[in-house]
């Protein structure tokens, strides 16, 4: 039996926090996950069923104080293993596993978006006490040793997985909804994503205004929220774009939404692994997403759909053209997408991966 800590920020909708909810639902019996939040829980705590979540409602900036809670927690619940996800994370997570002597594995689930020397600092000083370092993608992996130093042979990539169950090419409802789309009115196009200057939303509508003028059978609906919202419905309404765009706001029921789109798309201009994507791809669903991070780690170009540079909206349009006026492309890439989700990025080998590491950490720490 292995005692695990998770230590996130919070448990707010996020595709990191969605992961980690996830993993601890696939362990096998012979893990225990414990989930502590640094700050509050959030909205997906509701969705941990198999793992107690605890808050330390710490707040913002270093408290070193967390460390001592955290070791307090460490030691009354045997904790074997620290696992943490992410900056802040890390940091605390392995303070705490120094201080206590417990091996520490860390997750870093995106890249680095700011050249902020004193979160570099921490970031090299956390890698190099951690036991192993894991990449969710093989860029991610890559980008650690780069910017951390980090040798490598305390480095692995272990890919991101999602419940391809959940996520299957039905509605909650078992119907499909797809095969109308497209005979009507318009098709539909989507993105699953925090409103965040990182996913470059401004990007996409400037894709559909290209779009509008030359294929205006289309609908986008920009399903999350985030910082950017009221400023990218300032843009839908500079561009034209009202009776095009639907502002969905955050939503639970993402398999359903992606079971109701034809196009899905996704215009970051950074990604570690993104979970939305391979959720669309098990969907079979046709996907366009910006060569950025792991992307083309997830799509195939040509296959399951289209990897674009960042930033070029008419090549956007190019590519979600092709995809509108071609239903049997659309069809092929669906389930060629579906078939790659189901080979590689499966939450159940995730997690079987996560445990054999924790296994062999364990072994070589005795």
Do not use: W
């Amino acid at each position: 039996m292995i005692n695990v800590l998770h230590v996130v920020i919070s448990l707010r909708v996020g595709g990191l926090e969605r992961f980690v909810v996830e993993l601890t639902k696939n362990f096998s019996k012979d893990v225990t996950p414990l989930i502590v939040c640094l700050e509050e829980t959030g909205e997906l705590a509701s969705y941990v069923n198999n793992a107690r979540v605890v808050a330390l409602n710490c707040g913002i900036g270093l408290k070193f104080r967390s460390v001592y809670k955290l070791i307090d927690i460490v030691r009354k619940n045997k904790i074997n293993i620290i696992h943490t996800h992410n900056e802040a994370a890390h940091f605390y997570g392995t303070m705490t596993g120094v201080l206590s002597r417990v091996p520490v594995i860390h997750t870093r689930h995106g890249r680095y978006l700011d050249n902020n020397p004193r979160k570099m600092f921490l970031n090299i000083i956390s890698s190099f006490f951690a036991t192993k370092c894991v990449g969710v993608s093989q860029d991610v992996t890559d980008l650690m040793s780069r910017m951390e130093k980090i040798n490598t042979q305390k480095t692995l990539t272990i890919l991101n997985g999602i419940d391809t169950n959940t996520f299957s090419p039905h509605s909650a409802n078992g119907e499909n909804n797809r095969s109308q789309n497209g005979r009507g009115k318009f098709i539909r196009i989507g993105i699953v994503a925090r409103l965040d200057i990182v996913k470059d939303h401004s990007n996409l509508l400037m894709a559909c205004y290209y779009l509008n003028k030359k294929n205006p059978n289309f609908k986008l609906y920009i399903v999350g929220d985030g910082p950017m919202r009221k400023s990218l419905e300032n843009e839908v309404e500079k561009l034209q774009l009202e009776e095009k765009v639907v502002f969905t706001g955050t939503r639970h029921d993402i398999a359903d939404i992606l079971n109701s789109l034809d196009i899905y798309v996704l215009s970051s201009i950074s990604e570690g692994m993104s979970l939305t994507l391979i959720e669309a791809m098990s969907c079979c669903l046709p996907v366009v997403a910006t060569d950025v991070g792991g992307n083309p780690e997830v799509v195939v170009n040509g296959v399951t759909g289209f990897i674009i540079p960042p930033q070029k909206p008419k090549l956007f349009t190019e590519k979600i053209s092709i995809l509108i006026n071609d239903s049997i492309l659309r069809e092929s890439m669906g389930v060629e997408g579906r078939k790659r989700v189901i080979e590689k990025f499966s939450i159940k080998e995730t997690a079987r991966k996560y445990e054999d590491l924790y296994y062999k950490v364990l072994g070589s720490c005795q």
